[in-house]
Antibody
Framework: EVQLSESGGDLIQPGGSLRLSCAASGFTLSNYAMSWVRQAPGKGLEWVSAFSGGGDGTYHADSVRGRFTVSRDNAKNMLYLQMNSLRAEDTAIYYC???????????????WGQGTTVTVSS | DIQMTQSPSSLSASVGDRVTITCRASQGIRNDLGWYQQKPGKAPKRLIYAASSLQSGVPLRFSGSGSGTEFTLTISSLQYEDSATYYCLQHHSYPLTFGGGTKVEIK
């Protein structure tokens, strides 16, 4: 069974750093594109970052570019999101999501994790 | 960036009603669109992929249509368990973008 499990969310002060992890099971992470999507309290869904399958292409939303970095460890079947210079507006539930193929183009997001909560507050 | 305009933002309907939700893309995205259902406290779940294909295990009362810039999600006969917020997602190009969501309530 394909499953995603996020961890690493915490209460962090503005300006701080945090690394989120997403453990993948039931499939080989390197063969699929993966994304991080967040949802601020009471708000809609916002795409954050993506890592292409089969290569090393990474993509980030303008709102996090230069502060967040997506990476993966193929040997551990893990996806990460390194978040630096955190702001109050980064407070959200962070989900990792899997593409249906090596890219999101044509395949979309088919499986989501349960999410991990990041709260940025002093 | 491709903007996704979703309407209505909320609706209230009775069990058995036919419900339609619309997403409009700011530029053509072929059929690179999915529809998702999210219940409170839960992760989104994909209902429709490639604009009109039903995800395995999803009830047949859900259907999607459209291509290019206009897309619809239809629930043919609304059930109590369909109370949720629905989102469209365009995955034609980066940045990936979601519609603003439609909250469906049961009268």
């Amino acid at each position: 069974e394909v499953q995603l499990s996020e961890s690493g969310g915490d209460l962090i002060q503005p300006g701080g750093s945090l690394r989120l992890s997403c453990a993948a099971s039931g499939f080989t992470l390197s063969n699929y594109a993966m994304s991080w999507v967040r949802q601020a309290p009471g708000k809609g869904l916002e795409w954050v970052s993506a890592f292409s399958g089969g290569g090393d292409g990474t993509y980030h939303a303008d709102s996090v570019r230069g502060r967040f970095t997506v990476s993966r460890d193929n040997a551990k079947n893990m996806l990460y999101l390194q978040m630096n210079s955190l702001r109050a507006e980064d407070t959200a539930i962070y989900y990792c999501a899997k593409a249906g193929g090596p890219t999101f183009y044509k395949y979309g997001m088919d499986v989501w994790g349960q999410g991990t909560t990041v709260t940025v507050s002093s | 960036d491709i903007q996704m305009t979703q309407s209505p933002s909320s609706l209230s309907a009775s069990v058995g009603d036919r419900v339609t939700i619309t997403c409009r893309a700011s530029q053509g995205i072929r059929n690179d669109l999915g529809w998702y259902q999210q219940k409170p406290g839960k992760a989104p779940k994909r209902l429709i992929y490639a604009a009109s294909s039903l995800q395995s295990g999803v009830p047949l009362r859900f259907s999607g249509s459209g291509s290019g810039t206009e897309f619809t999600l239809t629930i043919s006969s609304l059930q109590y368990e369909d109370s949720a917020t629905y989102y469209c997602l365009q995955h034609h190009s980066y940045p990936l973008t979601f519609g603003g969501g439609t909250k469906v309530e049961i009268k």
